[in-house]
């Protein structure tokens, strides 16, 4: 359901949504491109300056944004984050849960427990946290989506990939559940995309020999999700861009 507001060309406007990892990579790409049909969007990571630079360059192209620095990995980062946000909107009709940690590849038996801690924290509990802290506010928009950013690797297990698989996998199973939990209750539907390989700097850490021009831009991934949301999805949703 479109906002009364909303216009072919900005069909978007009047709704609000928040986008996390929004300074680089594809939550950047997707923030602005939510902007650009007319959302006012919430740009979430942990450092100002770079939100700052994605923030000019919505508005240079005519949207609307606000920064919202903040670490999701601190115990009460999400929570204040909820309160801010939801002391000055009434409701978030978009979710985009984007940032993740990205362990470093290595046999099960040799995972780092740090890095592992901080990738369960930022991929697993912050998640949690977000649905946790925003369900208020999704619940009063009239056509709530929540989407969430995943990898092959959370369905289908691959050597070296343990630690970053299993936060994933715990990542879908979070969302999966939320979304049938309040399938009968609320108008929030939720999908989970998988990107497929993007240029992103997370793609150069995972495969650093590989040509980045040899994989897609995040604008692509950007452009699927804004058309999915103008979709009517069924809930739990899971799609992969440009499978081949």
């Known amino acids: 359901m479109t906002d009364a507001t909303s216009t072919p060309e900005k069909p978007l406007a009047g709704q609000l949504a928040l986008v996390t990892g929004a300074s680089r990579g594809i939550g950047a790409a997707t923030a602005k491109a939510l902007a650009a049909q007319g959302a006012h969007v919430i740009l979430v990571a942990r450092t100002a300056k770079d939100l700052e630079a994605v923030e000019e360059q919505i508005f240079e192209a005519g949207g609307t944004a606000t920064i919202a620095p903040v670490d999701l990995?601190?115990?009460?980062?999400?929570?204040?984050?909820?309160?801010a946000i939801s002391g000055r909107w009434n409701a978030l009709d978009i979710l985009v849960i984007n940032a993740a940690g990205f362990p470093t590849l290595t046999p099960v038996w040799q995972?780092?427990?740090?890095e592992f801690n901080q990738a369960l924290t930022l991929n697993v509990l912050a998640t949690q946290a977000l649905l946790a802290g925003?369900?208020?506010m999704l619940r009063k928009s009239r056509d709530a989506r929540v989407i969430g950013l995943t990898s092959s690797v959370g369905a289908s297990p691959r050597a070296y990939w343990g630690a970053y698989g299993a936060t994933k996998a715990a990542f879908e199973n979070l969302l999966s559940s939320y979304a049938q939990e309040v399938r009968n209750t609320a108008s929030i539907r939720v999908a989970i995309v998988d990107p497929g390989a993007t240029r992103t700097k997370m793609r150069a850490k995972a495969y650093p020999g590989e040509n980045p021009e040899s994989v897609k831009p995040p604008e692509v991934v950007a452009e699927r999700i804004v058309a999915l949301l103008g979709e009517q999805f069924s809930s739990p949703?899971?799609?992969?861009v440009n499978q081949d």
């Open 111 to 114: 995972i780092d427990a740090r």
């Open 134 to 136: 925003f369900d208020g």
């Open 237 to 240: 949703h899971r799609e992969r």
């Open 73 to 83: 990995a601190e115990a009460d980062g999400i929570a204040r984050l909820a309160t």
